[in-house]
């Protein structure tokens, strides 16, 4: 059993789609998604990305998936990351893959010298 995370590329913003979907389901709030692979792909992929998704994989199969965009603290004068969304599929929890999702987007913080990640 392994686990590959790697960023999102043009092809999978159906994945993308599915992912924000089913997390919907699991806050509850299926109806509230109203974003579309249009929509998805210009803002991931278009010639200014503003939004960037990693998705993870176990053996393979598409596990899970981060979202986020940069942010900046006015306070600081620094950028950082904020983390919009983070999923991880049922059938993959218990494998760390939430932590290395988060364990990833850590590292790019410290690589990138930027002051903070955030989520809520």
Known sequence: M??????AAPADVPLILQLI??????ER??????ADETTLADLLFGPSPKV??????WD?????FCLWFYNFSTWRGRHGIYLEDLLVRPAFRGHGIGKALMALLARRCVDQKLDRMDWA
Do not use: C
């Open 2 to 7: 392994s686990l590959a995370i790697r960023p």
């Open 21 to 26: 979907q089913e997390l919907a389901e699991y």
């Open 29 to 34: 709030a299926p109806d509230a998604v109203v």
């Open 52 to 57: 960037f998704s990693d998705i993870a994989e």
């Open 60 to 64: 393979g199969e598409p596990a899970g």
